[in-house]
Nanobody, 126 residues
Framework: QVQLVESGGGLVQPGGSLRLSCTGS????????ITWFRQAPGKEREGVAG?????????YYANSVKGRFTLSRDKDKNTVYLQMTSLKAEDTAVYFC??????????????????WGQGTQVTVSS
């Protein structure tokens, strides 16, 4: 049974930082496509950051988070992290990780992913 579990969300002030974790079971997170999405109330799910490939790894970021968010991976823990810095109120959303066993050129298209976590809430507010 495949399971993705996110953690690390919470309430943070503008300008602060959080690190989200996505841990997989029943699926290996060091290959294919692993992407963080977010969804704010009343908005569509948005691709935030994607980690694609195994031997040659590519990172992709939405323009809205470039320079502020960084992906990393711990293969031993089968976990992908999203380090978020300089957080803004508009970053407030439920963050989901998603996985696919293949390299997805359209990494930010939610319908292409096979597995999803339950989401973790990130709230940026003073």
């Amino acid at each position: 049974q495949v399971q993705l579990v996110e953690s690390g969300g919470g309430l943070v002030q503008p300008g602060g930082s959080l690190r989200l974790s996505c841990t997989g079971s029943g699926v290996t997170l060091d290959q294919g496509s692993i992407t963080w999405f977010r969804q704010a109330p009343g908005k569509e799910r948005e691709g935030v950051a994607g980690l694609l490939g195994q031997i040659s790894v590519s990172e992709y970021y939405a323009n809205s988070v470039k320079g502020r968010f960084t992906l990393s991976r711990d293969k031993d823990k089968n976990t992908v992290y999203l380090q978020m810095t300089s957080l803004k109120a508009e970053d407030t959303a439920v963050y989901f990780c998603a996985a696919s066993p293949v390299f997805l050129v359209n990494w930010d298209r939610a319908t292409l992913y096979d597995y999803w976590g339950q989401g973790t809430q990130v709230t940026v507010s003073s």
